[in-house]
């Protein structure tokens, strides 16, 4: 693990593997030992890595997987793994664009005997000028002003309301990682937002062979040769 502690960028990673040997962890498959992150570790290194509370997490999610294997949603998984962990207090962090969906997931947490607290992506109504975008830079330039996803803020509110866990409805790419960021209360994503996919992002990766073959050369095509 020194190279990557060095935080040196390897050629061969995890990505490039392919044999999903660490699974049944078949040292006989795996990629040798300067690039197989099991063969070059210490299983000791990754399990000081987990708190009590890490390993009850883990313990939950793995339970979880293994009861409603390939025949629950992500959002009956996500319900099971609440209920699981005793969390009863639920927070939604979403998007104003996905309100109706938000009605409908606190209504269906309620309807399973959860508390549910929410906050919408506008809350506070922050304008963008706070964060320096102009006017021409706004969604709609013709206004006078355009009102900023407030991440922060939304983590702030489901936090201070005592959320036992936070759930993630279509968060921009980027809120998100405010969100998840200034959260107190352990998060979950139930989707990510993609205008352009039905919010169904991995889409784009099953098309990029295909008909999205574009995204091969996304930010050079974007941003220029540079990538500026
Ligand atoms: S840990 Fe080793 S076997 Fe597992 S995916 Fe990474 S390189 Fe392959």
């Known amino acids: 693990m020194e190279d990557i502690k060095n935080g040196s960028t390897r050629k061969f ?3 490039d593997c392919g044999t999903k040997a660490c699974e049944p962890a078949d040292v006989s498959k795996m990629p040798s030992a300067d690039v197989c992150l099991t063969r070059m570790s210490d299983p000791e290194q990754f399990k000081a890595l987990y708190s009590d509370e890490d390993k009850e997490i883990a313990l939950n999610a793995a339970r979880t997987e ?3 294997y390939c025949r629950w949603t992500r959002l009956e998984e996500t319900m099971a793994f609440a209920y699981r962990m005793g969390y009863h207090r639920i ?3 979403f998007c104003v664009g996905l309100s109706e969906e938000a009605r409908k997931l606190a209504q269906i947490l309620r309807d399973n005997g959860f508390e549910v ?3 919408a992506c506008k809350c506070g109504s922050v304008p963008k000028s706070f964060i320096g975008i102009t006017r021409e830079e706004q969604l709609h330039p013709d206004r006078d002003f355009e009102i900023m996803c407030n991440p922060a803020g939304q983590a702030e509110v489901l936090s201070a309301a005592g ?3 936070c759930i993630i409805l279509g968060l921009c790419v980027g809120h998100d990682t405010l969100f998840i960021r200034h959260c107190s209360a352990p998060v979950t994503v139930l989707t990510g937002k ?3 996919m039905g919010h169904n992002p991995i889409a784009a990766i099953y098309q990029s062979d295909s008909y999205l073959k574009r995204v091969h050369s996304f930010i050079r095509d ?3 040769e540079k990538g500026q």
């Open 117 to 119: 607290e929410a906050a």
């Open 194 to 196: 993609d205008r352009v």
């Open 66 to 68: 293994s009861q409603g």
């Open 91 to 93: 927070g939604i962090g």
């Open 222 to 224: 974007t941003f220029g």
């Open 163 to 165: 959320c036992d866990l």
């Open 13 to 15: 990673t995890c990505a």
